[in-house]
């Protein structure tokens, strides 16, 4: 009876130690996950600078940094990050907004139709959607911004993104400012 009350309690002991460990982080490197942060946060005035001079630093997910199968849901996100990205250069190139005003209204017009995209996006397959695009109007918008991973778009040192494809579907409309 001791022995296996022994047993019992070594058992005991080595689930909690491994229910109180990181699992997160260990299932990450075990599972090989893509590390997309996201979602973007919203452009301000506080962080439209780092957003037009500094967007050759942050990350860009062409198809080649995702494994061969699975990971659809991350797939997504970094397609939108791309997306993003691509209309936030051309609203900073002075081509479709001279004044810093416009250069803001065009990027947070960017971030919208972004992640509205990613929304249509992650319905489009039969799996549950990212929370946020489960509200709508400014409550989606508020969820996104709730919850950003790199809320004044600090580039990544040393980092210099790969040339990708300009994304089409975006228009700035200035009489929206």
Sequence with gaps: MTFIGGLT??????LVAVH???LRESRKNFLNEPDVPFPPARPT????????????GRPRYPDSFFPPNGFSHFRRRGKAINRLESWYSMCCSGRVAQQSSQ??????Q??????????V??????????VCCEASGDARWKCFNDGPTNPKYNPIPGYTAPPMNWELGFTFNPRAC
């Design 110 to 119: 960017a971030w919208k139709q972004a992640l509205s995209q990613f929304c």
């Design 9 to 14: 309690g070594l058992w005991i002991v080595a």
């Design 45 to 56: 005035a506080h962080n439209l600078a780092a957003i037009c001079h500094q967007g050759q």
């Design 20 to 22: 109180g460990a990181n």
């Design 121 to 130: 996006d992650e319905y489009s397959i039969m799996t549950a959607p990212f």
């Design 103 to 108: 250069i803001l209204c065009c990027t947070q």
